[in-house]
């Protein structure tokens, strides 16, 4: 996207949520409604479309997001649900709670909803209209808070047109949110963690499981957001901001000068195709490369989508532990 989008508002009825489906098809962003807060939705297999959600909030990393479904069966197709994750969605499913689960590998998503983890983070929201939304669109929707990186969570159409007017395609209005608090974020990938409070209290969460939840300790790594130095790492040694690589070199290249590259993030210097291409270019390179072979990546700039690329980069490039 070069310019401003007329933001459409979409009613909430029958005529709207086929078209906010048709926009979700075709790439686009909508902000729907659900019980906490308004999602930023985009089409969670579609690589562009996630990528324009972080280019639309200026989301400084590929934190992973959320993915939204219309109810249990669905979700399964996505991640692998044990017993205690069973019980967890039957009690609380539908409602604002976020299971973050093991990703079936044959899920589909793009790899910037997962940041590269091998972990999915995926809710079933209560309201009507975001699940009617869901059902008619018939696919994952990966969606954040639909607000401006850093600011205050929309509760209200009008508090996303007050974000996000002209870099999104429309808002499907829904009124006032009920909980307005985000969702309630628990770790299955091992022993049932609270990862965020949320719009579900930890004691019913607890009161169900029949055991505390473990508090995640500020700073600890968890399965959401990449936080160790070294990750999203091929097998394959990294080598960063390379104009003129070394002929045993793998180069990936940024924009129109780099003749000569294996791969190109984008040829025509496009952030938003850079991001969509990132992940899946570093998985082909280190299936390209020979034992010992490094990979080159040439600079990319830092602005924009540019600074979570090259957030990425750098910890693909760290030195292993």
Known sequence: MTGPIDTTILPPDAAGIVRAADILRAGGLVALPTETVYGLGGNACNDTAVARIFQAKGRPHFNPLIIHLPDLKTARRYARFDDTAERLASAFWPGPMTLVLPLRPDAGLSPLVTAGNDSVAIRVPEHPLAHALLAE??????APSANPSGRVSPTSPQHVLDGLSGRIEAVLDGGACAVGVESTIIG??????????????AEDIEACLGAQLIRRAEGDPITAPG????????????????????????????????????????????LVEAAANLFHFLRRADTMTALGQTIAIAPVPMHGLGLAINDRLSRAAAPRP
């Open 137 to 142: 669109f018939g696919g994952p929707v990966a």
């Open 188 to 201: 299955l990938t091992g022993a049932p963690t609270l990862l965020r409070p949320g719009g579900l209290p």
């Open 227 to 270: 936080q160790l130095g070294s990750h999203y790492a091929p097998g394959a040694p990294v080598r960063l901001n390379v104009t003129a690589p070394e002929a045993s070199e793998l180069w990936i290249g940024f924009g129109r000068d780099c003749d000569g590259a294996a791969l190109n993030l984008s040829p025509n210097g496009d």
